[in-house]
Structure formats: structure tokens, C-alpha cells
């Protein structure tokens, strides 16, 4: 009798873990699309010059790192774009992986997306790496760097 | 949303003298003061790690799926402890100034600006750069999940 309430235990402590677990992943490819789903609205966004739609997916305190090691504030960024300075062209990403830490989602890439900048075309290569924060139920950015790649 | 220069920190020695601003997301689920005060020793602990080649401390504050992105590579926490380990990479100095830290309740973003003198490969580099450091609490510990370096180059 006692062993047979042991084993029952047991099968209901594993269920219990195997459920939790089968959450944490259902919920972290979740987040991973969405995530994924708010770089593909900015990719477009840069593209159309929707400057709110940008906003609305960047945190206040986001800090942007340009490919010369150039930090700006969101608004300093925004600012730049809005002064057509840099036009930029469908982005062409590889590579992307995104990692999940429950509201934090890291996402790494390789891109040779297009742009023109002060009249001077450039296809990179270059390294992005994004910080995205889930605040009030929405996905922020917090964090871009980018790194320039080597030409080979 | 809130920007303050932040107070002198009592347990970091290190950083004692670094500039430091840190700004707060809106909801905190610990003292904002108590978590700068804890990534700064972090960021020392790492500091000191570096330079002593102390590669177990490092593997110990890495996430085990940690990106660092540096000359244009991205880079595993296998293959940056290895590369430490090997000394194929290693730190001659670390010079860290202009550091700022955004909370996000359990996610820390911590920008600076870097003149360490590294050696990759036998070679010396000494290029100023911006780094980027993205920490998360994992089971009850600040693990560094995200490590980003560019090269600073004039326009």
C-alpha cells in the first residue's frame, strides 16, 4: 500500500514537471515568434520610413551602437533617420537566431542588407546583436549593436 | 522613466572611479540601487577573471547559451572559454569608462566604452571600442547572456 502511494507520487510529481517544461517550451517558441514577428514589421518599417512604427517597437531608453562603434539614444537615432541621412533597402538577414529568457529574448544576426548613407552605398557585412525586453505586454527593443564584418 | 548619475558604490572597488549613469525601466522588482550594485561587482569579478585567466569564475557567470559578437564573429561561451583557456585570447589591460546601466527589472543592459589592450591570435589590439554587456537573472543569479563589441572608427 505505502509503495503503491510512493509510485503514485511519483508519476504526479513527473507529470507536473513534464507539464511545466512542456509550457516553458511552448512558451519560449512563442515568444520566439513573436520576437521574430516584430523584426520583420521594423525590417519594413525602415523601409516605408514609418518612424512611428519604429518608436512604437523601440524602449525609450533604447541604445543604438552603429557599425563605427557611434552610440545614440532613440531619440538621437530617430532623429537621424527622420533628417534622411541613411535610406534603407528590403533587409537581407542570415543567421538569425534568437534566445529566450523568459521577457528577454537575445537575437544575433548576419546582414547585408542595403543601405545609402551620406550618398555612400553600403551591403555591409555586418553582425547585429538585439536586446528585447517584454514590458507590458509587448515586445521593446533595448539594445542594437552593431559589428562590422571583414570583407574575405 | 528616470536618469540619475548614479551614487559612489560602496562594494566595487574597481569601478569606483567610472562615470556611471543608470536609468530605470518601470517596473522593479528589486532596489534599483542594490542591482547596480551588484552587476558593477559583476562586471569587476569579470574584470579580475580576465586578467587572472581565472576561466572557471568566467564559465560560472556565462549563460550557457551566452552570444558575444566580436570582430565580426559570433562567438559560443564554449568557443570564447576555449580561446581564453588556449590564451589565444587574453587581456594585457581593461580599461572601462563611460559605463551606463538600464534595469529592466530582471534583464540589465551595460554600455561602455573600452581601451583594453587584447592580444587574439598573437595579435595586439588596441582599437577603442563600445561594448555591450546583456545580463538576466537565471536561477537566482545574474548570468551574462549577451556580449557585443564594435570597433570605434571616425565618419
Known sequence: ?152 | MRTMRARPFMATFLMATIPCVVTWGKQKSESDSAIQTEIMQIEGQMKQAILRKDVDALDHVYADSMVWTARGELLTKAQVLADFRSGRLKNNSLEHSNIEIHIYRNTVVLTGYSTSQLVFGGKVLNTPRRFSDAFVKLDGRWQLVAHAVTNIESD
Open chain 1, 1 to 152: 500500500m505505502i509503495r503503491r502511494t510512493i509510485l503514485v507520487a511519483i508519476l504526479a510529481v513527473s507529470s507536473v514537471a513534464f507539464a511545466k517544461a512542456q509550457a516553458t517550451v511552448n512558451s519560449s517558441e512563442k515568444s520566439t515568434q513573436a520576437v521574430l514577428k516584430v523584426e520583420e514589421e521594423t525590417d519594413r518599417a525602415f523601409v516605408k520610413r514609418d518612424w512611428d512604427r519604429l518608436s512604437h517597437y523601440w524602449a525609450d531608453t533604447l541604445v543604438y551602437v552603429n557599425g563605427k562603434g557611434k552610440n545614440r539614444t532613440k531619440a538621437e537615432w530617430l532623429a537621424y533617420l527622420k533628417s534622411g541621412a541613411i535610406k534603407y533597402y528590403p533587409a537581407v538577414h542570415s543567421n538569425v537566431l534568437v534566445h529566450v529568457y523568459q521577457d528577454t529574448a537575445v537575437v544575433t544576426g548576419y546582414s547585408t542588407t542595403k543601405t545609402v548613407e551620406n550618398e555612400k552605398v553600403s551591403t555591409g557585412p555586418r553582425r547585429f546583436t538585439k536586446v528585447y525586453v517584454k514590458e507590458n505586454g509587448r515586445w521593446q527593443l533595448v539594445l542594437v549593436q552593431i559589428t562590422s564584418v571583414s570583407k574575405r
